[in-house]
């Protein structure tokens, strides 16, 4: 088994109307149900506003913080889950469904294996 | 006393070979490199010893076996140096591998092991660019420097991208699996898009000088017949297989004396390979049985019309323009709406056809403007069909189509 990070990338701009919110929502926490009785989800977390964030960068020694999110551009991260699988396959198959569900690209990515980074 | 085999003999098998030994030590092992290198160890072996031993009575068993054994020798090695990276480089962890001993593995390889490979080589989740260079690879045999010579890129840029696309086989764990039934349809057309990529880059280079390049096209062909085996029972298989052969059955006439490019209507049909023909044409009876259109088999069975025609004159446009209307119904589109206009050019005149062409949004396709400038031309539209025919040689990366064109432009003088 291994671990998938699926990323929500989600545009800048005023959220959807309620009603198209609480479609989405609906149709997530079902995505989630049906990955927790897979034994598949492991963590979910939505995330504030990319205006929230503060990036920390250390510059000469000193560390340096920014506000606003990392990276310049028009979408940025707006939560992420943690799932298990067996293979790219099956992640895909529950990045297509998280990807109807909340209307946004999902990225894909595999987690290196704890393994490898044990000293 | 047997006769020693000639090196072209020896050549041959391997190219039969490469691929289905690939694929077996990958079953095995779960590592395309190792499979690689086990098998080119194997190739260094039989050349060595096959010109004096002879060939085996299988040599596909040879390579197998001897392959398997340089793999255990290699693992062995790294085991011996305790190489936790080696063994994490694995492409797939063991618990993905089938439990098979390498001591024994079926050294009759199961059709299913070249089967998960063109699945694997073609996973969605690569770039085109990258499964097309994964199956030339592993499929076809080709060398790193072939593939990129064929696709016009540095070696160095191939070599990367093969890299990568190994890596991420390995890291995100694409698996060396057939598909299952429910996503089998979708996956073999990523195949077969990969195939008839390959088959378009050699007829047509689109870029470059040659007009064709002879070994793109036969390794698809190859690449066709060998998915016509492993896929028997889906018609588009079979379909751009016939499309391969009746495309190629006509490249001896394509080309004329200095390279230049021979349009079909002026092309010497005595040229044309007529045992590719009928073997297409074969294949198109074959597949008209099972009434389960697509894109490849109606294609393949206008070419067959095209093959049918002792000359041009006597060509059933009428029938080629009704498998067109069929082929706008299923795949429509304005690249097959402009080929069918050129249909409905024979059989309802230049006028009919340019009214259709002059609707489609194809500014950037230098076909586009090299159909209506002949059509402009035969409505003796001159000057408009000299302004589209210069439009088409700017947008024209090949240079012998572009000196067509040119000869062309300059006709209308």
């Known amino acids: 088994m291994k671990q998938y990070l699926l990323s929500v990338y989600q545009p800048d701009g005023p959220p959807p109307s309620p009603q198209a919110l609480e479609t989405i929502m609906r149709d997530v926490l079902a995505v989630r149900a049906e990955m927790k009785a897979a034994g598949a989800w492991v963590f979910t977390a939505g995330l504030h506003p990319a205006s929230t964030a503060t990036v920390v960068r250390v510059k000469n020694g000193e560390a340096l913080m920014t506000d606003g999110p990392f990276a310049e551009g028009k979408e940025h991260l707006g939560g992420f889950s943690v799932i298990r699988a067996e293979d790219l396959d099956q992640a895909l198959e529950w990045g297509r469904k998280l990807a109807r569900a909340t209307t946004l690209p999902i990225e894909i990515r595999p987690i290196q294996d704890d393994r490898r980074t044990e000293g | ?413």
């Open chain 2, 1 to 413: 006393m047997t006769t020693a085999p000639a090196a072209s003999e020896i050549e041959c098998v391997f190219r039969q070979e490469y691929s289905r030994a690939v694929a077996v030590l990958i079953r095995a092992f779960g590592d395309i490199d190792l499979a690689e290198e086990a098998v080119q160890d194997a190739f260094t072996a039989a050349s060595e010893r096959w010109p004096a031993s002879g060939l085996p009575p299988s040599p596909a068993g040879w390579i197998i076996a001897t392959a398997r054994n340089r793999a255990i020798d290699r693992l062995r090695r790294e085991t011996t140096r305790q190489d936790r990276h080696a063994e994490a480089t694995r492409l797939f962890s063991s618990d993905m591998v089938m439990p098979v001993d390498p001591v024994n593995i079926d050294v009759d390889p199961m059709p299913d092991d070249r089967l998960r490979l063109i699945f694997t080589c073609c996973h969605p989740s690569l770039a085109v660019q990258s499964q097309v260079a994964l199956t030339l690879r592993l499929l076809a045999g080709l060398t790193t420097a072939e593939i990129a010579r064929a696709f016009l890129v540095p070696e160095a840029t191939m070599a990367q991208r093969i890299v990568r696309a190994k890596g991420k086989i390995r890291d995100a764990r694409i698996p060396y699996k057939v598909p299952d039934a429910r996503e089998l349809p979708n996956r073999v057309n990523s195949v077969l898009a990969v195939v008839y990529l390959v088959f378009n880059e050699g007829y047509t280079a689109t870029s470059g000088d040659r007009l064709t390049r002879d070994e793109l096209c036969a390794e698809a062909i190859r690449l066709g017949r060998l998915l016509v085996e492993l896929v028997p029972d889906d018609p588009e298989v079979t379909g751009l297989l016939a499309l391969m052969l009746l495309v190629e059955s006509r490249r001896a006439a394509r080309t004329g004396r200095r390279g230049e490019l021979v349009r079909l209507a002026d092309q010497d049909r005595a040229l044309w390979n007529r045992a590719l023909i009928e073997e297409g044409q074969h294949l198109v009876r074959s597949y008209l049985k099972w009434n389960r259109p697509g894109p490849y088999q109606i294609q393949a069975a206008i070419n067959a019309v095209h093959s049918d025609a002792a000359s041009a004159g006597v060509t059933d446009w009428t029938q080629i323009l009704l498998l067109y209307d069929q082929l706008e119904a299923i795949a429509p589109g304005p690249i097959v709406a402009l080929n069918r206009a050129v249909a409905l050019a024979e059989v309802q005149g230049p006028h009919a056809a340019l009214t259709v062409v002059d609707a489609l949004d194809l500014e950037r396709y230098y076909l586009f403007h090299a159909i209506r400038a002949d059509l402009l031309r035969r409505l003796g539209r001159l000057s408009e069909a000299a302004l589209a025919y210069e439009s088409a040689i700017r947008l024209c990366e090949n240079a012998a189509e572009r000196e067509f064109l040119q000869t062309r432009r300059q006709s209308l003088d």
